[in-house]
């Protein structure tokens, strides 16, 4: 079953607005990541935030993270034509007794945004 | 410092074929991560390999699929008779470490078709 959902499922807004993509997931985690997929390319990592952390930021990005409610969020400020993309989060499950750390992902969020 | 490098980019192999997919990750990493991805989806955990070892292959299908890392080469994906529910993307990851602070380096991935 899916870990990571996003949502919504797509977004499409016009270049210099701002673009919130949620993420839900279920079960504790270690810490949670978004990454960038452009059509047909491979993924890009964007920023991770650690379970203790409430809140992160990287040029115009802002990431939140509310373990309570098992949720986060991904703000993209000022958006350009070049953001188009699918974005995903992703959350760190550890199985310690395994020795095993799995990175499992939702199904993403298609932003389109319009120039 | 070279990304995590998949080859080939693209497959297409006929029903029953096999398909080797080659995955060599960021120097200085020793553990690798196959996800698989169907269309408008995310990407769905595999197996995770440390050199000579599979710690977690909960994600791959008992039959026809398996895994290696050697200690020198490549990590290789190995489908054996595909079927035409092969066919997708297949991206592996690479860190230096495991843990919590465990961030993954995507490769461009391998797109397979079965025809």
């Known amino acids: 079953s899916q870990q990571g959902e996003e949502d919504p499922q797509a977004l499409s807004i016009q270049e210099g607005e701002n673009a919130t993509m949620n993420c839900s997931y279920k079960?504790?985690?270690?810490?949670l990541q978004w990454y960038r997929q452009n059509s047909g390319r491979g993924l890009v990592h964007l920023i991770l935030?650690?379970?203790?952390?409430r809140e992160k930021h990287s040029g115009r990005l802002r990431v939140t993270l509310d373990t309570s409610k098992k949720s986060s969020s991904l703000l993209i400020t000022a958006s350009r034509a070049a953001d188009t993309a699918s974005y995903f989060c992703?959350?760190?499950?550890?199985?310690?007794?395994?020795?095993?750390?799995?990175?499992?992902f939702g199904k993403g969020t298609k932003l389109s945004v319009i120039p | 410092n070279a990304g995590v490098m998949q080859n080939p980019r693209h497959l297409v192999r006929r029903r029953g074929q096999e398909a080797r997919l080659r995955c060599s990750p960021m120097?200085?990493?020793?553990?690798v991560y196959w996800y698989r991805q169907l269309p408008e989806e995310g990407l769905k955990f595999m197996v995770y390999?440390?050199?000579?070892?599979?710690?977690?292959e909960s994600g791959m299908p008992k039959e026809r699929f398996s895994a290696e890392f050697p200690k020198e080469g490549p990590s290789i994906l190995r489908i054996q008779q595909v079927v035409r529910g092969d066919s997708a993307a297949y991206f592996c990851?690479?860190?230096?470490?495991?843990?919590?602070?465990?961030?993954?380096?995507f490769g461009q991935g391998t797109r397979l078709t079965v025809v």
């Open positions: 120097k200085g990493h020793s553990h």
């Open positions: 935030i650690r379970s203790n952390e």
């Open positions: 992703a959350t760190l499950i550890g199985y310690s007794g395994a020795g095993s750390y799995q990175l499992t």
């Open positions: 079960t504790s985690i270690n810490n």
């Open positions: 990851a690479s860190s230096p470490q495991r843990g919590p602070a465990l961030e993954a380096f």
């Open positions: 390999l440390q050199k000579e070892n599979i710690i977690d």
